[in-house]
């Protein structure tokens, strides 16, 4: 159970696909003949919203857990899959969580260059967001964040002083 005080629904309300956006419906071949007045043909289930809304919240949360665990490669596989499909702002603040987990995957190889690059970019894709966005303390991993790529920037290496952020559920107001 999660800690008083605390929404982890938050969290997936801002993933959450629109009912009827661009969900493919079944449809008769040319020259079929139409079904009668008043008869609606079913979504087809693998792109129905809902199912395709609770795929996406899955891939959310394992991305997190993923996240916070430092399997950042996992992490961006997974919310990749909830980008290709979300629409704004939720893409751009979903871009820039990725873009901060590849940068902690290419730190993690050795490659400290592309890693202070992409933390710059998401960094920049997520400063329009408020501080708590979607029931997560976003202003607390932009400033992690920002510690790392000003490490990197100056040529210093952020470990073993600064651990790797984790993505934490903001106290509700």
């Not at 980008?83 to 871009?95: D, G, M, V």
């Not at 329009?128 to 000003?150: H, K, M, S």
């Not at 952020?165 to 107001?173: F, G, K, S, V």
Request: proline share 10%.
């Amino acid at each position: 159970m999660p800690p008083e005080g605390r929404d982890p629904e938050a969290l997936l309300r801002c993933l959450r696909v629109a009912a009827g956006c661009n969900h493919a419906r079944a449809r008769s071949p040319p020259g079929a003949t139409p079904p009668a007045a008043g008869v609606t043909l079913p979504d087809a289930p693998q792109d129905h919203p809902s199912t395709r809304a609770a795929k996406d919240r899955h891939a959310f949360r394992r991305g997190i857990e993923q996240f916070n665990a430092g399997r950042f490669f996992d992490a961006h596989e997974n919310w990749e899959e909830v980008w290709l499909r979300s629409p704004e702002p939720e893409k751009t603040f979903l871009q820039g969580i990725i873009q901060i987990a590849a940068a902690f995957h290419h730190y993690s190889r050795g490659n400290a260059r592309g890693a202070q690059s992409l933390l710059q970019a998401g960094l920049g894709r997520l400063a329009r967001f408020p501080d708590v966005y979607c029931g997560i303390a976003l202003g607390a991993l932009r400033a992690a964040v920002q510690e790392w790529a000003t490490a990197l920037a100056g040529g210093r290496n952020p470990r073993p002083e600064n651990p790797f952020p984790r993505i934490e559920l903001a106290e509700n107001d």
